[in-house]
């Protein structure tokens, strides 16, 4: 009878770490977001007991209070050669000013990178202004109640057609300037012996896209994305398990996202229901059922004299006003899921599910790890309906309130993956091009952080399915139903070498298998090494070298070597 007890004592506390976090995760239902529920479609892996794990290493990091906001002017001199081709050695001088912060205090975190860039370009090569930077974070206004917000900024590849060489200066083509952010409420409270939830969530996006994409003789664009705007609102009720031998939720939620490209609109809503069942001192069953309403629509392209659809100066596909709405995607009904959660201590769970969404056979699940303080382990299998700015939205909200700012030392991009003692997301798959239509999305992402010896180091790899949605009766009907699919792997490691001095290296390798009509697979792969000694004071000379390949049918491959020597004060 004592061990009926302990076990049931233990099972109680598994499906309590569940709820505890249900009322703060219900969001993750939705299709444009990661996570636990029955299939996000972001990256990032974070489950309802990842959720609770968090909370608490965050009340934990609440006694620990620091601040460190430093900003900077840097000057540095850049010489960038194509070693494959005989091409032209071109060189630029960059200044630039920016400021690094990691904020902990009992009630607010901030993590956030922010640099402005002007390159001087010397002989043929023109000058260009560079924004770049990566902001997340959250204040707990209330008991319970948190205000988050996250912003981006950065480059990607405009059309997935074109090429993809990692190099940007003033002379490449194929660049589209990405601009995203997100911000909203969200409420997680116990209640009467209930657990309440829910949020609100605001983003915006918007690409900037100078020139048309240089594409492959006979290869199709999908077209451009240009801005959107998207809410989100959902909440929920719960009980843990105590006066019933199970725990139970009830959930709602509506979606609305409005993109100037073609007019299109996506209008979801849901409502379901889900019990979570111990069934052992490590082990649960979860299961849900509910109903779900999803539209997307879209208007047709203007057509020219010869039939052709009409593209603007940007290589965008110009909106017949004239047109009706035109339906890509249309479901609703009812909808479930049933799974298995695994939490053999504090430090680990997993979860896996199956059901039925959007008319088809979904996948989901996630695994956290935490093997020291400074060790994280995620993955995550997504399954859902996104688009460009939905998925940075919702990958933003993803991303830790803390996390090591990196960038290419030669061109101070920033670099797709962060990562962090809260653990890591990468947002490759929403930065792998700036495709205007919407889609369904498929992947596995998996993400390791940690600390060791002096190092800092991480590693992101994952797989990411594209299937574009796109009106049948549309005069850009060829494409709907094609697939994109890409493969990444990025690596990064640093470590101080002594009081004055560190070395970072950084290496991505990925590969694009592009589904647009007459367009060629893409290869790219990059290795960057940096050097940085304290002379004087705040005064920090850097020396960096990097070489990135790239090849693709339509295009000559390159192999691009650059360096940089350089010098930083931070004030």
């Known amino acids: 009878m004592t061990r009926c007890r302990g076990i049931s004592r233990a099972a109680t506390a598994l499906a309590a770490v569940l709820a505890a976090s249900a009322g703060g995760t219900a969001h993750a239902q939705w299709s444009s977001d990661a996570g636990a529920g029955s299939g996000g479609t972001q990256a990032g892996p974070a489950s309802q007991a990842e959720g609770a794990t968090r909370e608490s290493s965050r009340r934990e990091r609440g006694s620990q209070r620091r601040s460190d906001i430093s900003p900077y002017l840097e000057v540095g001199q850049v010489l960038s050669a194509d070693l494959k081709n005989g091409g032209d050695v071109l060189t630029y001088t960059t200044v630039a000013v920016g400021v690094d912060a990691a904020v902990v205090m009992q009630r607010a975190e901030l993590a956030a990178t922010v640099r402005y860039e002007h390159q001087f370009g010397w002989n043929n090569l023109g000058d260009q202004d560079i924004l770049s930077g990566l902001l997340r974070g959250r204040f707990e206004a209330a008991r319970g109640l948190n205000l988050e917000a996250g912003a981006l900024a950065t480059r990607t590849r405009a059309d997935v057609a074109g090429a993809d060489n990692g190099i940007v200066n003033a002379d490449s083509s194929n660049v589209a300037n990405l601009y995203s952010l997100y911000a909203g409420p969200t409420l997680t409270r116990r209640i009467g012996g209930l657990d309440v939830g829910a949020g609100y969530r605001f983003g915006y996006s918007k690409a900037d896209v100078e020139t048309p994409a240089l594409l492959p003789g006979g290869a199709t664009s999908q077209g451009l994305f240009d801005s959107s705007t998207n809410h989100v ?235 574009l949605l796109v009106p049948a009766t549309s005069p850009i009907a060829s494409l709907n139903g094609v697939i994109d699919e890409s493969y990444y792997l990025f690596l990064s490691a640093g470590r101080r070498i002594d009081a004055d001095s560190d070395i970072n290296l950084t290496g991505y390798l990925n590969y694009f298998d592009n589904g647009a009509p007459g367009a060629g697979d893409v290869q790219s792969a990059g290795l960057s090494a940096a050097y940085a000694r304290r002379f004087w004071r705040s005064l920090t000379g850097t020396a960096a070298a990097s070489l990135t390949a790239f090849d693709q049918d339509g295009f000559n491959s390159q192999l691009i070597g650059s360096a940089l020597v350089g010098l930083r004060y931070n004030f």
């Open 233 to 467: 609102a959902w909440g929920s009720v719960g009980q843990r398990p105590g006066d019933l031998p199970f725990g139970w939720q009830l959930s709602a939620g509506y979606e609305r996202e409005d993109t100037s490209q073609l007019d299109q609109r996506y209008e979801g809503k849901y409502a379901r229901a889900d019990v979570t069942v111990p069934v052992g001192p490590t082990l649960a069953l979860l299961g849900g059922v509910g109903y779900e309403d999803i539209e997307i629509s879209e208007r047709a392209p203007l057509l020219d004299g010869s039939g052709f659809p009409v593209r603007d100066g940007s290589g965008r596909f110009v909106t017949d006003p004239a047109s009706p709405r035109l339906l890509s995607f249309d479901t609703d009904g009812l909808i479930w899921d049933a799974g298995v959660m695994w939490q053999p201590s504090r430090r680990t769970s997993a979860t896996a599910r199956v059901g039925r969404r959007y008319g088809d056979t979904i996948y989901t699940g996630s695994f956290f790890y935490r093997a020291d303080h400074a060790t994280v382990v995620q993955v995550g299998v997504y399954d859902g309906l996104s688009s460009v700015g939905r998925g940075l939205s919702s990958g933003l909200a993803a991303l830790p309130t803390q996390f090591d700012a990196s960038r290419n030392p030669v061109d101070g991009a920033l670099n797709s993956c962060v990562f962090g003692p809260q653990g890591g997301n990468c947002l490759t798959p929403q930065l792998g091009s700036a495709t205007g239509a919407q889609f369904r999305n498929r992947g596995v992402q998996a993400v390791l952080s940690s600390r060791y010896a002096g190092w800092n180091y991480g590693v992101g790899i994952g797989y990411d399915r594209r299937r």
